[in-house]
């Protein structure tokens, strides 16, 4: 597709629960981001993949979170034994630069976690 | 603390008047950017500004960078009332690789 995908658009589940999102990224773009924002807040870094470097998790709020990015393409961020606080947007993004070049962004997975 | 904030987290104008951002940060950066978000949409891309210039210019936007005071402005010159969304800046670190985003301004603009 043109531009960068997320799927679901949105989730509602219950605590306790795991859940997948996943990010196909503008084709061609080595650069893909994970972020999340909270209602009304700004976006708060999860983890960055760059080719085949290894991922800067440094953004992971614990373990319960993780990601990967599956030939250089499609990325699935995970998040186990989900919990309140963990209801947010998630946002993908990507981008053909290496760093931090202009980054095109999806239109969000909203998780709601009862 | 959040690299980018922006200032102020609010803003009301008419349609017609000029809306102005702000944004500090706090590390040595290789490029400020500036990005949109209208409601519960993801996040456009608006203006790249790098570390070793001053001022750019993308049709009604204006943005300044002020390294030694390590701060930006946004300006919109005669706001529509599409104008109306988030707006974020963003710092390209020079020890990380990814975008630190601030808190944003809501901008409205009532027409």
């Known amino acids: 597709g043109a531009g960068v995908s997320q799927s679901p658009s949105n989730k509602v589940t219950e605590k306790g629960k795991d859940v997948e999102l996943r990010c196909d990224p503008i084709?061609?773009?080595?650069?893909l981001y994970w972020y999340r924002q909270s209602l009304g807040q700004g976006l708060e870094f999860l983890i960055y993949?760059?080719?085949?470097?290894?991922?800067?998790k440094s953004g992971l709020p614990s373990d319960r979170f993780s990601a990967e990015r599956t030939g250089g393409s499609v990325s699935t961020l995970t998040i186990q034994r989900t919990q309140q606080e963990d209801s947010a947007v998630y946002l993908c993004a990507s981008s053909q630069d290496r760093g931090t070049g202009e980054l095109f962004f999806g239109e969000g997975s909203r998780l709601t976690v009862l | 603390s959040q690299q980018g904030e922006e200032d102020p987290q609010a803003l009301s104008i008419q349609e017609g008047e000029n809306a102005t951002m702000n944004c500090s940060y706090k590390t040595s950066i290789n490029n400020l950017q500036w990005y949109r978000q209208n409601s519960g949409r993801g996040l456009v891309h608006l203006i790249l500004?790098?570390?070793?210039?001053r001022e750019k210019h993308s049709g009604r936007l204006r943005v300044t960078l002020d390294t030694s005071k390590k701060s930006s402005s946004l300006l919109i010159t005669a706001s529509r009332a599409a104008d109306t969304a988030s707006y974020f800046c963003a710092t390209g670190d020079t020890g990380r690789r990814a975008l630190t985003f601030g808190s944003g301004t809501r901008l409205q603009v009532q027409p």
């Open positions: 084709s061609g773009h080595t650069a």
């Open positions: 993949f760059q080719g085949n470097s290894a991922p800067d």
């Open positions: 500004i790098r570390s070793n210039e």
